[in-house]
């Protein structure tokens, strides 16, 4: 019998526990530069998505030459006022060699902790030195990985939160005291990101919203800002003015997927760097070696004219979130768990012979004849007894 580890929800929560959640989100930023380094050799594309009135379903596949890899996940912004939650995913890798699935593992809480590790990865290389305080717009079930992973990241020391739900906001202030942030509840989306060093949007509905403006990034917030946008991911789903955009240097994951769903839907002929070119030391970002390399691959073909960041640039890391880093997150765990944690799925058929795959219908219907036997067997034996018994009581 060949049987598939699987790790469920409660124990995904374990494993985070049992590592601490800041310790774990700055493991898959390790994890995420190494496979970001090699981003030429994967084996890529672009989520397959089907969009109905509700929300999203999609299928996020990535490989290489060893671990193929793939994530279901939904999007449905609606769902908490109906009970449900907006994101719920589930991953899979398989082995390249003979496609037998090898790992299996809840995605919910996996998807918001290399959420958080891929922000955290833009940041290090992205946000200015001596970055302390974090504006959150959006206070959902993203926020507080995103809080500890811009403290594993950067150091930040200091939270302004702001969401539109007082319920959410006051969640992740309690979340966040307890976790030894500095926490001011903001009135507005303006004082959220007064004073920051980085701003992170991540707000749900799905819609060409405007959760930051040009003048809130440029007037209220620290100069040469980061802004870790997040929450636009589908087509007709944005948080950012687009002015910012345009006077900001841009960074994305994946370009074909991001001119579809990202905050640069908004903006066609914006010129954008991929961060793996960064993490590779193709292109520059604000810190980190300056670019050694020649030109990226595909869709960076123009990065090479822009400037290196300063202190006083904004920098947009425009994340829709992509296949790689579930497939990078999915590998992590699965090398890093307890066995203790998994449970093993009889998930792959596999009979004696590799052509008689009927062999195991035969099997279950002669186990079935055999079940029935030993049934009627018992029942005639309890049968007997009785009669017996009756007989001698009379």
Same mark, same amino acid.
């Given at each position: 019998?060949?049987?598939?580890?699987?790790?469920?929800?409660?124990?995904?929560?374990?494993? *985070?526990?049992?590592?601490?959640?800041?310790?774990?989100?700055?493991?898959?930023?390790?994890?995420?530069?190494?496979?970001?380094?090699?981003?030429?050799?994967?084996?890529?594309?672009?989520?397959?998505?089907?969009?109905?009135?509700?929300?999203?379903?999609?299928?996020?596949?990535?490989?290489? !030459?060893?671990?193929?890899?793939?994530?279901?996940?939904?999007?449905?912004?609606?769902?908490?006022?109906?009970?449900?939650?907006?994101?719920?995913?589930?991953?899979?890798?398989? !082995?390249?060699?003979?496609?037998?699935?090898?790992?299996?593992?809840?995605?919910?809480?996996?998807?918001?902790?290399?959420?958080?590790?891929?922000?955290?990865?833009?940041?290090?290389?992205?946000?200015?030195?001596?970055?302390?305080?974090?504006?959150?717009?959006?206070?959902?079930?993203?926020?507080?990985?995103?809080?500890?992973?811009?403290?594993?990241?950067?150091?930040?020391?200091?939270?302004?939160?702001?969401?539109?739900?007082?319920?959410?906001?006051?969640?992740?202030?309690?979340?966040?005291?307890?976790?030894?942030?500095?926490?001011?509840?903001?009135?507005?989306?303006?004082?959220?990101?007064?004073g920051a060093d980085v701003i992170t949007t991540c707000t749900a509905d799905k819609a060409n919203a405007t959760v930051l403006t040009h003048d809130m990034v440029?007037?209220?917030?620290?100069?040469?800002?980061?802004?870790?946008?997040?929450?636009?991911?589908?087509?007709?789903?944005?948080?950012?003015?687009?002015?910012?955009?345009?006077?900001?240097?841009?960074?994305?994951?994946?370009?074909?997927?991001?001119?579809?769903?990202?905050?640069?839907q908004q903006t066609p002929d914006l010129v954008v760097t991929e961060l793996w070119e960064v993490v590779a030391g193709r292109r520059d970002g604000r810190r980190?070696?300056?670019?050694?390399?020649?030109?990226?691959?595909?869709?960076?073909?123009?990065?090479? !004219?822009?400037?290196?960041?300063?202190?006083?640039?904004?920098?947009?890391?425009?994340?829709?979130?992509?296949?790689?880093?579930?497939?990078?997150?999915?590998?992590?765990?699965?090398? !890093?768990?307890?066995?203790?944690?998994?449970?093993?799925?009889?998930? *792959?058929?596999?009979?004696?012979?590799?052509?008689?795959?009927?062999?195991?219908?035969?099997?279950?219907?002669?186990?079935?004849?055999?079940?029935?036997?030993?049934?009627?067997?018992?029942?005639?034996?309890?049968?007997?007894?009785?009669?017996?018994?009756?007989?001698?009581?009379?």
């Amino acid at each position: 019998m060949t049987t598939v580890p699987f790790l469920d929800v409660p124990a995904m929560a374990r494993w *985070v526990a049992h590592r601490g959640p800041e310790a774990v989100i700055g493991r898959l930023v390790d994890a995420l530069a190494a496979d970001f380094a090699r981003w030429p050799d994967l084996d890529k594309r672009a989520r397959i998505a089907s969009h109905s009135r509700d929300g999203v379903i999609e299928l996020m596949p990535a490989a290489d !030459d060893v671990t193929y890899g793939f994530k279901f996940v939904n999007g449905h912004p609606r769902n908490p006022a109906r009970g449900y939650q907006t994101v719920t995913a589930f991953g899979v890798l398989a !082995d390249v060699h003979n496609g037998y699935p090898t790992f299996l593992a809840e995605m919910t809480l996996l998807t918001a902790l290399r959420t958080a590790a891929t922000s955290a990865l833009a940041a290090r290389y992205l946000a200015r030195a001596g970055s302390r305080t974090l504006a959150l717009v959006g206070a959902g079930s993203q926020s507080e990985f995103q809080a500890l992973g811009m403290r594993a990241a950067l150091g930040i020391t200091h939270l302004r939160v702001w969401d539109t739900d007082p319920g959410a906001q006051a969640k992740l202030a309690r979340h966040a005291r307890a976790l030894g942030f500095e926490v001011h509840e903001a009135t507005s989306g303006e004082d959220a990101v007064t004073g920051a060093d980085v701003i992170t949007t991540c707000t749900a509905d799905k819609a060409n919203a405007t959760v930051l403006t040009h003048d809130m990034v440029t007037r209220l917030a620290r100069p040469g800002v980061h802004v870790n946008a997040i929450g636009g991911d589908c087509p007709g789903k944005t948080e950012l003015d687009p002015a910012i955009l345009r006077a900001a240097d841009v960074y994305v994951e994946y370009e074909p997927q991001t001119r579809v769903e990202g905050e640069i839907q908004q903006t066609p002929d914006l010129v954008v760097t991929e961060l793996w070119e960064v993490v590779a030391g193709r292109r520059d970002g604000r810190r980190g070696a300056p670019a050694t390399a020649g030109p990226g691959e595909a869709f960076a073909r123009h990065a090479g !004219d822009r400037r290196t960041p300063d202190d006083t640039t904004v920098t947009v890391f425009d994340s829709v979130g992509f296949a790689v880093e579930d497939w990078t997150a999915l590998r992590f765990v699965r090398d !890093d768990v307890p066995a203790g944690f998994l449970r093993h799925l009889d998930l *792959v058929a596999d009979p004696e012979d590799p052509k008689d795959l009927f062999s195991l219908v035969v099997a279950a219907q002669e186990d079935d004849r055999a079940d029935a036997r030993e049934a009627l067997d018992r029942l005639m034996g309890l049968a007997g007894r009785g009669h017996v018994d009756a007989l001698a009581h009379r």
